[in-house]
């Protein structure tokens, strides 16, 4: 019996794969979207080495996505999945709103973003909005990534502030970048004038706090 492409897509559940490191709230968010009945989560899991081979696998049709994983980022995956899996949607969902993380997601191809207080109903709302093609950006988000502007700190300047955390000294930066220490030095001063801090350790905070890093 042939069937047109069309209602074989809308008899067909939502396979959604779910990425969060928190194991209560991923439970949780797996049993209310499971309990949608055009929504079916194939795959779930805690860290974000295995989600690109785990959307493959499960043939995932939206990849829901927390940002900050173990291993590899949420926005990471993203953007690997853009090139690897571009037929499967993603989603971001994070605890923090933060103006520089939703601009990281929408240029890693991230479809929405939306932050972990909404009520689930509106999360799978968003799951089918973004399957259907849409862009979902939660609003208050929009408004303050528009008023905020665009990340200051260049790629190299993300990367060694990155690495000063956990009390890493200027020889320990240089040597993991394989950089001079002069040279780290350099962009560790560009970095504090950048975020208009004192130190590196407040240029750390401020830059994480903006969703820079």
Avoid at 5 to 33: H, N
Avoid at 166 to 191: H, P, Q, W
Wanted: aromatic content about 2%; proline content about 5%.
């Amino acid at each position: 019996m042939s069937h047109t492409p069309g209602k074989q897509r809308s008899a067909a559940p939502i396979r959604v794969l779910l990425a969060e490191d928190q194991g209560m709230m991923r439970g949780a968010l797996a049993l209310l979207l499971g309990m949608e009945e055009d929504i079916e989560v194939v795959a779930q899991l805690g860290s974000g080495d295995g989600i690109v081979d785990a959307v493959l696998a499960r043939d995932a049709d939206v990849a829901l996505l927390d940002i900050e994983l173990p291993g590899k980022s949420g926005l990471d995956a993203a953007a690997e999945l853009r090139t690897r899996a571009p037929g499967c949607r993603v989603l971001i969902l994070t605890t923090f709103g933060r103006p520089g993380y939703l601009r990281r997601a929408m240029e890693a191809g991230a479809a929405g973003f939306l932050v972990k207080d909404g009520p689930v109903e509106e999360l799978a709302t968003a799951i089918r909005r973004v399957l259907a093609g849409e862009i979902v950006v939660d609003p208050a988000l929009a408004a303050a990534a528009l008023s905020a502007g665009p990340n200051p700190l260049t790629p190299r300047e993300c990367e060694v502030l990155k690495a000063s955390v956990d009390g890493a000294t200027v020889a320990d930066i240089a040597a993991r970048l394989k950089l001079s220490e002069s040279t780290i030095r350099n962009y560790l001063s560009s970095a504090i004038g950048k975020t208009g801090t004192r130190n590196r350790t407040e240029a750390v905070r401020e830059a994480r706090q903006q969703g820079w890093l």
